[in-house]
Each structure stands twice: as C-alpha cells, then as structure tokens.
C-alpha cells in the first residue's frame, strides 16, 4: 500500500486531520505525519501519534535523530504529501523558497506529488498575494484541493472551509488510481449490467439464481479505474457497490433491469451485460402470500424480455460486449448468441463458475478471433479482459500521435539507419497482430527510448514526449 506523508499547518480546521488520518489508516495506507509548530497549538501530536501509529515531526533539530538523515529519508519514504490544512502562511513560505521548519524543508526536498488542501479566513483566501502564490506554485507542479464555501471559524460565511475529508481522500486516491492504471477508457461512459434477478411470486417467494454480481462489479471497478465514467445498474448481491462509479442503480427483477438499462443505451459508448437476468418470471404475482393446500401447485411462467438482445437491435456505435454462461459447447452456444444478439464480443465461459471468486473465460469476437484467457481472480480477470479488447485503441492512438505531430522526421532521425517509412510498416504489422510476443516489446520499447532522448533536447516537444512514454507502457499490457 502507499505511504501518505500528511502535513498539518495552524489552521483551525487542523482538528479535522485526525479524521484524515484515521481514515486513511482504515484504508490500507502507511501515514506518517509533520506538523508545523503552530499546528500543534490546535491539536496534539499525540493525537496523530496514536492514530498512524508513527513518531510525529515537529521540530527539525530533535536531538534523537540526525535532522539531515531524517528530512531526506520523509521525503524518500513518501508517494505522496497532502498538507491538510494549508494556511495562507506556509504558501507564502514555499512559493518564496523558505524551508525553515520540518514541514516546508521536507516538502522543498521531495519528489513526489504535493496536494494543498487551502483553509484560511475568507478575506485571506481572497487576497491576490495567495492566488499569485498559488499560481506560481501550480506553474511548478504543485495541486490545489480548493476550499469549500461555508460557515468559518471567524464566525462569518464565506470561502475557506477545508474540503470535506470524504473528499480529499478521494482525490487523493483518484490521484493513485489514475497513476497505476493505464487510462485506456478515459472519457468512455459503459454501462453494466450485474448480478441475478429475482422474479418474485408473491411477498416472500421468487425465482432467483446463482449469480453472486462478483464478475460485473469486478469489471465495474475496474472500468472505473481505466478511466470510464461507469453506471452499474445491479440485481440484488451481497457485494457493495465498487468504489469510482458515476452511478450506482439497483433493481430487482428483470423488467426493472431493462428499463433502467435502455434509459441509458443511447448515449453510451460501451454496454457490458454480466447480469444473470431471469428468462421466466410467473405470469401471477400473489399479492398476498400464498397459503399451502393439500393438492399439488402449478406456476406458469412467461417470457422476460432479452435485455441484452435488444442492445443489439438498438446498436448504432456502442461496442456490446455479452456473457455467455453455459453448461456444454461452451463456444459454439457463445458464437451463437454473439451472432444472435450482435454483439462486438462475448466472454464465453463455464456456467460452474457461477458465484465462484475465480473464473476461465475465452473471449470471442466479432471478427472470429478466439483468446482463451487464463484462471484468474474474478477481479483480476476484469482487467484482463477490458486491456485484451482496449489497449489497441492506445496503440492506434499512439501511432497517431507519432504521425500527426510530425515525429516522422524524429523516428527517422532518432535510428540514423531506419527511415520512418519502414517503422511504421513494422509498427502497422504489430498493430494487427493479436499479441505481442515480448521481444516485439522490448524492441518497441527501445525505439521509443531512442526517440525519447531526441525529444528531450528539443523544449516544445517535451510534453509530447511525456505523452509518447505513458503509451509505451500500455504496450506491456498487450503481451502475452
Ligand atoms: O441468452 P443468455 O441468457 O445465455 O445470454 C447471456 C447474455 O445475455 C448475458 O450477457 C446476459 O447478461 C444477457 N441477457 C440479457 N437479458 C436476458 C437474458 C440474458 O441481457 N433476459
């Protein structure tokens, strides 16, 4: 998990970073914490001692340590600073190049992220000298956690109240997720369907089946992190809804299920059905519990509508990607249903798995390619399968932007010996090929590097190159 070094200024709000931290703890992450001098007039750092479990900073010249190994080693430990509150103060400090205290020397010393999360009386976050810092500070790579508006400590309303702590965090964590996950579905809007249905007969009864939604939350989530704007419209589970989502829908039975999915079809640019929806429903529904009887009981069943088939019918550019659990021919009864319901591809795989935490899948497409994938994890296997069908939308848009920025003349120049010509038919044969073997990788790689040290020398090219190498190591997710 990932080491969070939290920075405490004298604002009042300072109280409100013990929540911090204690949630933060909760979540899996190390927290060591530095507090300015004033900060702990406010709250003790007893306080945040016991929450993170870790000796608290304050003073640069504590007797018990080498104040240089330990300044640099804070710096080093962390992946990322959040200061919680910041006060108008300590941005003035770093804006000016002042380390003079544990907080703003360890803070000149790191490499890593820095979040500013402003707190501050209203006429101060107002001053132009702040946002004057601020801007320069933003211009250094700096990030701002804006204030919320609000009742402040100064007994006046205004802006300059911390942003919630809920919040923060989630920025934070948003920051890691966007960091450690290629964004290959950035700006995408999916929906997905998840779970069972239940099809009930009358208060207490229905028909329901083994579907525990782990294999659509799963991929829910991980869309999520991909970079999709997610909805996840879900039968009853005992899972809780992922965390990232743009909306979270819960139904019951099936003709819920349709109508919450085509309110949303239309203007979506990937639908995932993974929901196990009920076929039948009863064709009567008791409103009052039915009493047993010494004869035998009939339930008719009717139809419930094919959401997933109709997806197909309303198609226009939305890639549909279906799930076909079957108990034998497994991938013939899958291509069927792909044709069946027009689908771009369907995950095929044995319905035994069925509230199981892992599963085997083969991916079947449209075009007739077949990729049995290994036995994963349900929520590992979401990746797999959402980086086997999007991450060559990132080697297209990489070659996209290799040609449309003009770089032909850097690949040519960057080998001496290769002209661009020949690359980008290597790079068009790689392209359509389903996997790429490890060496076509490495070799990619190094031509990328090559190019990079060309990129480097020249000033307005240095954001492309930035762009150029976060795609090369989306290249690593298409090996096989
Ligand atoms: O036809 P079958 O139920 O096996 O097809 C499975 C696929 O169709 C799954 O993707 C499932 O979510 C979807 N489906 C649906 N509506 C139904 C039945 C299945 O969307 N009524």
């Not at 309110?263 to 196990?276: L, P, Q, R, S, T």
């Amino acid at each position: 998990m990932k080491n969070i070094l939290l920075g405490i200024t004298g604002g009042i709000s300072a109280y409100k970073s013990a929540n911090i931290v204690s949630q933060l703890k909760k979540k899996g992450y190390s927290v060591k914490v530095i507090m300015t001098k004033n900060a702990t007039k406010i709250i003790t750092p007893l306080t945040f001692e016991t929450l993170s479990r870790n000796k608290v900073y304050v003073d640069m010249w504590d007797e018990s340590k080498g104040y240089e190994v330990e300044h640099i080693s804070l710096a080093e430990w962390a992946d990322l600073v959040l200061v919680a509150p910041t006060t108008y103060n300590v941005i003035g400090k770093i804006a000016n190049g002042i380390a003079d205290d544990m907080l703003t020397t360890v803070i000149s010393a790191t490499k890593v992220p820095v979040f500013f999360a402003l707190a501050m009386n209203e006429n101060m976050y107002n001053n132009p000298i702040l946002s004057d810092n601020v801007d320069k500070l933003k211009g250094y790579g700096y990030r701002f956690i804006e204030a919320d508006e609000g009742f402040l400590a100064c007994n006046t309303n205004g802006k300059g109240r911390l942003k919630k702590e809920e919040e923060i965090i989630e920025i934070i964590e948003e920051y890691f997720i966007k960091k450690d996950y290629p964004q290959v579905l950035q700006g995408k809007t999916v929906v997905i369907t998840a779970g069972p249905t239940e099809e009930p007969l009358d208060p207490v009864r229905f028909i329901t089946n083994l579907s525990s939604g782990k294999m659509g939350y799963s991929l829910a989530e991980a869309c999520a992190k991909l970079g999709a704007q997610v909805t996840l419209i879900s039968g009853p589970t005992k899972l809780e809804p992922p965390m990232g989502l743009k909306k979270f829908i819960s139904v019951r039975t099936a003709l819920q299920m349709e109508k919450e999915t085509l309110k949303y079809y239309e203007n979506i640019d990937i639908a995932i059905a993974c929901a196990a929806v009920g076929d039948y429903r009863p064709k009567i529904y008791y409103k009052e519990k039915i009493k047993k009887s010494d004869s035998d009981f009939s339930v008719e069943l009717i139809r419930n509508p094919d959401i997933l088939y109709q997806m197909g019918l309303l198609k226009k550019n939305q890639f549909l990607m279906g799930f076909a659990a079957e108990t034998e021919n497994i991938l013939e009864n899958a291509t069927l249903k792909l044709n069946k319901k027009n689908l771009d591809v369907i995950v095929a795989n044995d319905a035994s798995n069925m509230g199981n935490g892992n599963n085997t899948v083969t991916l079947v497409e449209k075009n007739g390619k077949i990729t049995p994938l290994k036995r994963e994890k349900k929520s590992e296997l979401a990746y797999t399968i959402l980086l086997k069908l999007f991450s060559k939308v990132t080697m297209v848009s990489l070659m996209g932007i290799l040609i449309l920025t003009g770089c032909s003349s850097i690949i040519s120049n960057s080998t001496g010996k290769e002209k661009y010509s020949d690359l980008e038919k290597k790079y068009s044969v790689i392209l359509k090929k389903p996997r790429l073997k490890s060496k076509e990788i490495d070799s990619l790689k190094n031509k990328y590097i090559k190019l990079n040290s060309r990129l480097e020398r020249n000033e307005e090219n240095k954001k492309l190159k930035k762009e150029i190498l976060k795609k090369v190591v989306i290249l690593e997710d298409l090996s096989s």
